[in-house]
């Protein structure tokens, strides 16, 4: 599956944005989806994900009550709605599919995105 991720860009802390996550190739509603992030210097972290179907959602401690990871299977897209944005949500934001279920482990997934960047500027 290939995976298209946008939306990003430059917002002041307390915004918002809605990264997209577009998906081609298979079978979208048969992957569970997560979103990750880097900042420079720093490993790759976990941020959201959601099952196939949408029923289940996970987040890290950092984004919960913030950010809102949703998907549209007749749309083939995931999308992470961020809120209340800080400057240290700054990073480039990935998309990556999992063939099994929703996961925190960015090993479990089997596909990615080519990241978009987010920067919050205080």
């Known amino acids: 599956v290939q995976l298209q991720a946008s939306g990003g860009g430059l917002v002041q802390a307390g915004g918002s944005l809605r990264l997209s996550c577009a998906a081609s190739g298979r079978t979208f509603s048969n992957y569970a989806m997560g979103w990750f992030r880097q900042a420079p210097g720093k490993e790759r972290e976990f941020v959201a994900a959601i099952s196939w179907s949408g029923g289940n959602t996970y987040y890290a401690d950092s984004v919960k009550g913030r950010f809102t990871i949703t998907r549209d299977n007749a749309k083939n897209t995931v999308y992470l709605q961020m809120a209340s944005l800080k400057p240290e949500d700054t990073a480039v934001y990935y998309c990556?599919?999992?063939?099994?279920?929703?996961?925190?482990?960015?090993?479990?997934?089997?596909?990615w995105g080519q990241g978009t960047q987010v920067t919050v500027s205080s």
């Open positions: 990556a599919a999992n063939r099994n279920y929703a996961s925190r482990s960015g090993g479990a997934y089997d596909y």
